[in-house]
C-alpha cells in the first residue's frame, strides 16, 4: 500500500504534532512599557476600597506594579513606590503619621505626593530634604474606591463621575466591595483581565452556562433563548439580548462596556426593570491576575447579601453557593470562574475559532486596540478626557408592538432563593 493510500484511511486531527499555542501580547500585557499596559495608565484605575485604607500601610499590586497604599492621620491617602528612597528598606513597615509616612528605618519622612518632610538622622532635620521625593502616584477617591492615576503627568485626565451613582434613588443604600460575585467565588481571578472583561459582551455564555448546561444559576427570564446584537457607542460597546416571553413581550437585556475596563451588566439574578444602578471596574493585578470593583445602588436588605460571600448565587440544585461546593459540584455545576479561570493564566489566542456569536468579542478587542494605537501615536485615547459618563444599560421589557413600557425598579423577577 502506498503512503497516499495509507493517508487516506487514517482519521487526521488528533493532538499529535499541536504547536505551542500563543497570546496576544498587546491585548492582555499591563506591565510598564507594553502596549495595553500604557493604554490604561492613560486612564484612572480602582486601587482599593476607601474602607481599607488606614494608618497601616497597604501592599497593593496594580498593573504589574508592587505599592504601598497608606492614609494619613489627617485623613489624605498616599500611593508611593515601596523602597525607601533613602537605603531601600520597605515602607511596608512604615509608620503612619499626620503629614505622611515615615521610614522605619531611619524616619525619613513622605508625604502624600511623596516630598521628604523630615530626615531626622541629618543636621536641622534635613537641610536639603527638599531635594529628594519619594515616587508615587496621584491618587483620588469616589463612591467609596481609591482611583489611583499611574500614567505621564502632563496627560493626567480628570476622575469621572458616572450618572447613575450620582444621586442615589430615594430608599436605596450605595455600598463599594470588591467581594462580587462576578467570578462566582474569590475576589482574585487568577487569570488576565481580557479574560473576564470581554466576556459582559459575549451574552450567548449567559443562556449556556448559566442556564442550558448547569442549571438555572441566574433569573429563569435568562433560560428563554435569546436574539443578540452588539453596537459601537460613544463610550465603547454595547451588547443587546432580546427574549421573547409567553406572552409576547420583549425582555430587553442591555450591557455595557465603558473602555478601557469599566462594565455595567443589567442584573441577572435580583432581576429589577429600569436602567443599571451599578458600574463594575475589572482591576488588572497584572498580567494574570484580576480583581473586580462594583458600586451599587440597592435596597438595604439587598445590600447585605452583597457584602456577605455566603450569600452569592446558589448553583447546587440552588442549594449550594460557590464556596461550598466540592471538587465534584464544580465540574457538574460550573460558572463565570471556572470558564475563565479554565482559560488559564492567559488564554491562548492562537487556538481560538471565533464564531458569529463572538461579534461582541471581536468588536471589542478591536476597539481596544484602536485605543493602544492612538497612545502609542501620542494621542488622546477614548473616554479619557470625559468628565460625566452617562449609561444606558438595564434591564428593560418592551410591548409586543415595541412600545416600551414604563421603567419598574421596584419590580424584582427570578431572585434566588433566601438563605
Known sequence: MTDSALTDQVDTGTAYGLKQGTYDAALTEVGPGTPGGEALRRYWQPVALSRQVSDLPKNVRLLGEDLILFRTRRGRAGLVYPRCI??????????????????????????PEGHTLDQPCEPDGGLKKHKYRQPWYPVEERYGIVFAYMGPPERKPPLPRYSILENVPEGRVQIATDRTRIFGGPEILPANWVQSYENVVDPWHVYVLHSTLTGTQFSRLLTVVPKMTWEYSEIGLRSISRRTLEDGTIFRRVSELVLPNAWIVAPPTDVEFGPCQEVMWHQPIDDTHTRVFLVKNTTPELAEGW??????????????????????????YPGDYEAQAGQGPITLHSEEHLASSDRGVSMYRRQWKQIIKAVEAG????????????????????????APQPPSPSSRVGAPPAR
Open 86 to 111: 533613602h537605603r531601600g528598606s520597605t515602607l511596608a513597615y512604615g509608620k503612619v503619621e499626620d503629614d505622611g509616612i515615615r521610614c522605619n528605618y531611619h524616619g525619613w519622612l513622605f508625604g
Open 307 to 332: 457584602l456577605d460571600r455566603s450569600r452569592m448565587p446558589l448553583y447546587d440544585g440552588n442549594t449550594k453557593n460557590w464556596w461550598e461546593l466540592d471538587e465534584e459540584g464544580h465540574q457538574r
Open 379 to 402: 494621542e488622546q485615547p477614548m473616554n479619557a478626557d470625559l468628565t460625566l459618563i452617562t449609561i444606558t444599560a438595564g434591564n428593560y421589557l418592551d410591548k409586543p408592538t415595541g
